[in-house]
Structure formats: C-alpha cells, structure tokens
C-alpha cells in the first residue's frame, strides 16, 4: 500500500528489454521457460506499471491485491519470485511472506516498503527476505534489484552444469540446490543458499564483508554491512546448529568456512 505522502519515482523511457543496455541477463531458465515473477501490491497503479515494465523484459508476471489472493497464487502460478509490499489490506507483507515460505520455502521475495529505517528493512530480512526496496523507488531499479536477485538464483538460457561442492562433512548441489551436512538435508532460503556457496567455493579463504556483499547481493548495501552479520548468523543455526563450527568469525576481517577438525577437507 502506497501511503499518501509517497510516490513512486518512474523514468520517462521504459524499462529496456532483455539484452539491451549491455544487460546480459535473460529471465528464462535453463529449460527455455520465463521466469515468473508475482507482483503483491494493493495499489492499482503501482502493480500495473510494475507488470507492464516486467513483461516487458520478458517476464511472465502475476499480480495480486490482497495477501490471500498472493497465497493462492503462489501455488497456482508457481512463481519464480515475488515482489511483495509489506502494507497489504487483509495482513501484512511478513504474515504473507511466512505463509509462502510454508508452500515453498526457498522462493526469493523481493520486499516494497515504504519504510526507510533501517531496523524496519532489518526486519523484512530477519523474516526472510531476500531483498527489498524503499518506496519512492524507480521501476528501473526495482527490475534491477530483481534482475540480480535472480542470477544469483536461477539459471538462465546456458544449459546448467552440475556441480557438487564438498567442505568437510557438508555438500551442496548447484543443480538441486540441495544441501546437507552429515548426511542430513539443510533448507537454505535463495540468499542464504548463495552465501552458502559463496563460502564453499572459497574454503579456508577469510573473505570480507565487503567481498561478500560484492559477489552476493550484487550492489551496495550503502554501507549496510549488517547485513552480512544477519545472514552469517542464519547459516550458523542452520549449518552450525548442535555441531561443531564451520563457520568462524575473523575479527576485523571477515568470516571463512573451514572443515572440522578431522573431516575430509573436501
């Protein structure tokens, strides 16, 4: 929901279609198909220039009004992601988030807030999300947000090779996107998945926080390294959780992934 005292910034040129701008990123997936993106945003307005940008790039685009109706969707659309306003009139953009994670655990959501302090967009985060963005924005940015939050996701028209990644105890899938440690399977969000395997193609290597949010989120966070921390910590309770640590904090220069003592060091 848009408040009255917000607007949206929109560019007077259309959003470029797939390939233009040097833009080498097509919204298909590996098979051939488009992408399918679901818009959740009860004004009107927004929602339509937010689809006919989107379609315009080549996206398959679904739109919803209401949370109840976004859920819906999310089962009979099967959305490759979603852009999801956090003030909806039946419940609020977290209560949907949880209940699209409950369906499918690993979809990538894209929050529209018009919130700008920075623990309301900590919050978002916290409850899942993989991205957001403060309203006024630019459709333009918008698609780009949603543009990197999908290489980082999907694979595009090139033909996915498989890749299986082995640190000590833990594996991870590229192909699958399946993840275990010690033979148990660990459901990782989209970004969570790709932080993962940030540090599992960089063991023992201390990687910093502005490498990470470099080669994972893809832009600036605006000196929001915090970020990094809240994600840190949520691959700890996942991967760390009631073992030994894989996971270990450098002070003052970063964070690096090592195998266990013992473990085969992959």
């Not at 993962?196 to 989120?217: E, T």
Request: aromatic share 6%; net charge neutral; proline share 5%.
């Amino acid at each position: 929901m848009l408040p009255a005292a917000t607007s949206v910034a929109v560019s007077r040129e259309p959003v470029a279609p797939r390939g233009a701008r040097g833009s080498t990123f097509e919204p298909r997936t590996a098979d051939g198909r488009a992408l399918r993106v679901l818009v959740v945003d009860d004004e009107a307005v927004l929602a339509d220039l937010l689809t006919m940008a989107l379609r315009y790039e080549g996206w398959e685009v679904a739109s919803a009004a209401t949370g109840g109706a976004a859920l819906r969707l999310v089962e009979e659309f099967q959305p490759d992601a979603v852009v999801l306003d956090i003030m909806l009139p039946d419940m609020d953009g977290l209560s949907v988030l949880r209940g699209m994670r409950a369906v499918r655990h690993d979809i990538p959501v894209l929050f529209l807030t018009a919130k700008d302090a920075v623990e309301d967009r900590v919050l978002g985060l916290t409850a899942g999300g993989d991205d957001y963005v403060t309203k006024p924005f630019s459709i333009e940015e918008l698609a780009a947000r949603l543009r990197g939050l999908m290489r980082r996701v999907h694979g595009t028209v090139a033909a996915a090779r498989r890749n299986v990644l082995t640190v000590g105890d833990l594996s991870l899938d590229e192909d699958s996107r399946e993840v275990y440690r010690d033979g148990t399977e660990i459901h990782l969000t989209a970004t969570e998945f790709e932080l993962l395997r940030y540090f599992m193609r960089n063991p023992r290597r201390v990687l910093s926080k502005a490498q990470i949010l470099d080669r994972v989120w893809n832009y600036d966070f605006g000196g929001q390294a915090n970020v990094v921390e809240l994600y840190v910590s949520y691959l700890r309770k996942k991967i760390d959780a009631g073992r030994q640590p894989m996971i270990h904090t450098m002070r003052g220069a970063g964070y690096v992934l090592r195998p266990v003592n013992g473990a085969n060091p992959g």
